[in-house]
């Protein structure tokens, strides 16, 4: 019973520190499974945006016109256009909280604060 609690507490606080933990570790390969349930749907999202792109561009490579590029895929001539112009580069970006520019501040306090105690 202690064991599956400490488990799942730190299971938890794994799942809370992911974007640190990535940025910590350098790693530019996303596993889906280390992600948040918040940074997987935007992660899905980017899959499906390239998708989409990579489809556009084959047609477009192919000689397809615009308009049937269009009627092909179901995106908007906005989007196809947008696409073949280079303009739609999409980036999975995990959006950075609020609190992470107060983070070194923060822990300096909790160290200091956790040295105070121990002397």
């Given at each position: ?68 590029i269009v009627k092909r895929t179901g995106h908007s001539r906005k989007l196809v256009r947008s696409v ?36």
């Open positions: 019973h202690l064991m599956e609690n400490a488990s799942r507490a730190f299971l938890d606080a794994v799942g809370k520190s992911m974007r640190q933990i990535r940025k910590a570790v350098g790693s530019s390969v996303i596993d889906p499974k280390l992600l948040t349930y918040a940074e997987r749907l935007q992660y899905e999202g980017f899959l499906r945006r390239q998708e989409t792109n990579e489809a556009i561009m084959e047609l477009s490579k192919q000689g397809v016109p615009i308009k049937q073949l112009r280079g303009q739609r580069s999409d980036v999975f970006r995990v959006r950075q909280s609020s609190i992470e520019e107060w983070l070194p501040w923060l822990d300096s306090r909790w160290t200091q604060g956790a040295h105070n105690a121990s002397a």
